[in-house]
């Protein structure tokens, strides 16, 4: 039973590029969860989705940030224009949702902004 | 505004004691709670969790006591091992009185070291 698939491990982008990072849920998970770790700081909530469905955003960048999770394929995070301060893990975590609490994390893509 | 916080940065136990991790909480609202486990460049395992209705949950080694009049919960962790060496995450969240959700809170976490 595989976990929670990211890619890819680690990005490096130059200012003004586009990132674009995967998220494949659990097996049976149809709940997606995007987050960030900043160095020395825990993980901070971006967006919540479910199949074809933003259901919160209240932790997403207003502008340049962007997620969706297709019907068909992996969950994706977009960061328009990188800035330094983008530099960050990004987490994505899934869940079956359903009453269950638990959320269950990929091993992060590593966003490195140069 | 950090709701979720984990005071000590670091804690050292020798093999075999317990360890015990803390964390303390602002918002009333939250009524679960979660421990994850964080190796280097990985990402967060999930512990243990306990509802607000509880007091205590327990999984082999792990336990989680919650303490809502303070505001406050702690993993123990018995007997350490070497292998348990990690940074621990406190995480929570209000699942049933949020328009948010199923967000999860988290604090900055506790580097545990299980020294031989």
């Known amino acids: 039973n595989a976990g929670v698939m990211q890619n890819p491990r680690h990005l490096v982008r130059r200012r003004g590029q586009e990132a674009r990072l995967r998220c494949s849920p659990m097996k049976g998970h149809s709940h997606v969860y995007w987050y960030r770790q900043l160095p020395e700081e825990g993980l901070k909530f971006m967006v919540y989705?479910?199949?074809?469905?933003?259901?919160?955003e209240s932790g997403m960048p207003k502008e340049r940030f962007s997620a969706e999770f297709p019907k068909e394929g992996p969950s994706i995070l977009r960061i328009q224009q990188v800035v330094r301060g983008d530099s960050a893990a990004y987490f994505c975590?899934?869940?079956?949702?359903?009453?269950?609490?638990?959320?269950?994390f990929g091993p992060g893509t590593r966003l490195t902004v140069t | 505004d950090q709701q979720v916080k984990q005071n000590s940065p670091s804690l050292s136990v020798q093999e075999g004691r317990i360890s015990i991790l803390n964390c303390d909480y602002t918002n009333s609202m939250f009524d679960y709670f979660l421990w994850y486990k964080k190796y280097p460049a990985e990402g967060p395992t999930f512990l243990i969790s306990?509802?607000?209705?509880?007091d205590k949950n327990e999984d082999g080694r792990f336990t989680v006591f919650l303490n809502k009049s303070a505001k406050h919960l702690s993993l123990h962790i018995v007997p350490s091992q070497p292998g348990d060496s990690a940074v621990y995450f406190c995480a929570a969240s209000t699942y049933a009185n949020s328009n948010s959700g199923y967000a999860l809170n988290f604090g900055k976490g506790t580097s545990l070291l299980v020294t031989p």
């Open positions: 975590a899934s869940s079956p949702g359903a009453g269950v609490y638990e959320q269950y």
């Open positions: 306990i509802s607000s209705i509880k």
């Open positions: 989705l479910q199949k074809e469905n933003i259901i919160d």
